[in-house]
C-alpha cells in the first residue's frame, strides 16, 4: 500500500467517513458521481479514490492548466478541456482519449452544477458509449458518511431508460445540500 493511501485511509477515519469501490480491476471506465451540491464533493470524491487506490481522472477547463496550478491539477488527475476546438466534439475528443490510453478512470458529475437541476448533461453517457467503456455509478452520501463506487452499468441502445435507470440508482443518496440535488 503507497503512502498516499494510507494517509487517506487515516484522514478518513479521523473525518468519520468510510469509502469502497467494488469493481477495483476495471482498466477503463467512465465513473458517474453524484450527487452534485458542494465543492466539497471534490474533496471527498478525491480522498475516496485515494483511499481505495484508484487513479481517478477528472475534466476540467484549460483556462485552469497555467503556472503553478497546472502542476497541481495534473498531479491531482485534471484533464485540461479546450474548448475553442471546433474541428470535432468534446465527447469525441474524449472518446478517442480513451482509445489512446491503456487505463482511464474519469469521474464526471452528470447534474453538471451544483444547483438543482434534474435536465442532466449526457455527455458522461455519450463518452462511454462512443469509448466503449462502462459507466461506474458512484455516490456521496453525507447522511451515512459514505462514498461507494456501488454499481456497474454498460449502456445500451435505450437511451432515454438507461439515464432514467441512472438517474433513479442515485435517488436515496443525500448531498451535502440536499436541496440542491434534482432527478
Partial sequence: MKLKQRLAIGLSKLLG???EDKFPDIQK???A???HTSNWDFFYGKLSSLAV???THFLIKSDWFFFPMNYFFKWVGGIPVYRNKKNNSMTDRVAQYFKDKKRLSLGITPEG???ANPDWKKG???IAKKANV??????IDYAKKKASIAEIFVPTDDEAADLQYIKNFFKNITGKIPANFAI
Avoid: E, H, N, Q
Fill in 53 to 55: 487506490g484508484r487513479k
Fill in 124 to 126: 458522461f453517457y455519450y
Fill in 17 to 19: 467517513w468510510k469509502f
Fill in 134 to 139: 462502462p459507466i461506474l455509478l458512484s455516490y
Fill in 33 to 35: 458521481v453524484a450527487p
Fill in 113 to 115: 452544477t451544483r444547483k
Fill in 29 to 31: 471506465c467512465v465513473i
